[in-house]
């Protein structure tokens, strides 16, 4: 952020070190200088947790329900969301890190209640503790992606180093989103060698909602991506081919998870991820693989 010029939004991805990969997505940054335009961010539902640390100015957290206006925190964990409760406002400078983690990812490496985050955001440093802190300050200090990328893999790797095996459930939550929801949670309640009941209590309480919702937030937010970056396909093609019945049945579970209908959530992301959009649609981008960052965030 060194130039005062007017820069839109530029969204970077990175994978983490390949000992991670079961328990953290991608690596994002997040840079702009707005000048005297406001960035309004839209929040669907979303099918992971993160990490975000803001190193520019606070963003406003405006909620969908009611007129309360909020700012975030300079560490900020956010759990997994179900529907569309705010919306970012964000103006001036833009700078952030974020860490966004496999489904069972943030319960693995922290063992916290994940149930309890779900459709919240709280301080960091109240949830995970004061070694976010020291985090903070060391990916502040650094000056490069790469650089903080590094940093998150070296503090994450030693987390993982004192936690202890897990019982299927994180690798039944990555399927689930590596497959955009097609999935039959009875296979994969089998998988664990847990009964049903028993499988989808344990999802939830390491994922934070249970698996057939967790299957229709993952197909939603990879059927909404897969139109981002596809220009010329109808609704009526991704319907056909994320599994919806019809496409009035994508429109239910679009306005369920977004409280918009698919052309409008479409037109509100385009507009806060224009660049990285523009890329993908122009091949300066490459087509995503299942396991790719999404440019939904």
Do not use: K
């Given at each position: 952020m060194r130039s005062m010029e007017r820069q839109p939004p530029r969204i970077r991805f990175l994978t983490p070190d390949l000992r991670l990969r079961g328990v953290v997505r991608f690596y994002v940054q997040r840079e702009a200088h707005l000048?005297?335009?406001?960035?309004?961010?839209?929040?669907?539902?979303?099918?992971a947790p993160m990490l975000e640390f803001i190193f520019s100015d606070a963003f406003e957290i405006h909620w969908c329900q009611g007129a309360a206006i909020e700012t975030t925190p300079r560490a900020v964990v956010i759990g997994l969301q179900t529907h569309r409760r705010v919306r970012l406002v964000i103006r001036g400078i833009l700078e952030s890190f974020c860490v966004v983690f496999q489904?069972?990812?943030l319960f693995r490496l922290f063992s916290i209640p994940v149930l309890e985050l779900t459709n919240h955001d709280y301080d960091a440093h109240a949830v995970i503790g004061p070694s976010v802190s020291s985090l903070y300050q060391q990916l502040g200090e650094?000056?490069?992606?790469?650089?903080?990328?590094?940093?998150?893999?070296?503090?994450?790797?030693?987390?993982l180093r004192t936690r202890q095996n897990t019982d299927g459930i994180l690798e039944a939550g990555n399927q689930i989103l590596q497959r955009h929801?097609?999935?039959?949670?009875g296979d994969l309640a089998d998988r664990t060698g847990y009964s049903l009941r028993q499988f989808?209590?344990?999802?939830?309480?390491?994922?934070?909602?249970r698996p057939k919702l967790y299957a229709r937030i993952a197909r939603f937010e990879a059927a909404l991506d897969c139109r981002a970056r596809s220009q010329?396909?109808?609704?009526?093609?991704?319907?056909?081919?994320?599994?919806?019945?019809?496409?009035?049945?994508?429109?239910?579970?679009?306005?369920?998870f977004s409280g918009e209908t698919p052309g409008n959530l479409l037109t509100e992301v385009e507009q806060a991820h224009r660049a990285a959009i523009d890329a993908v649609r122009t091949g300066r981008l490459s087509a995503p693989r299942r396991d790719a960052p999404r440019l939904i965030l």
């Open positions: 000048g005297g335009t406001d960035l309004i961010h839209p929040v669907p539902a979303r099918a489904p069972a990812g650094c000056n490069t992606f790469d650089g903080r990328a590094r940093i998150a893999d070296e503090f994450l790797l030693a987390v929801g097609h999935v039959r949670i989808e209590r344990r999802f939830a309480e390491r994922i934070g909602v010329g396909r109808s609704w009526t093609e991704i319907a056909h081919a994320f599994g919806y019945y019809d496409q009035m049945h994508l429109i239910h579970d679009f306005e369920r």
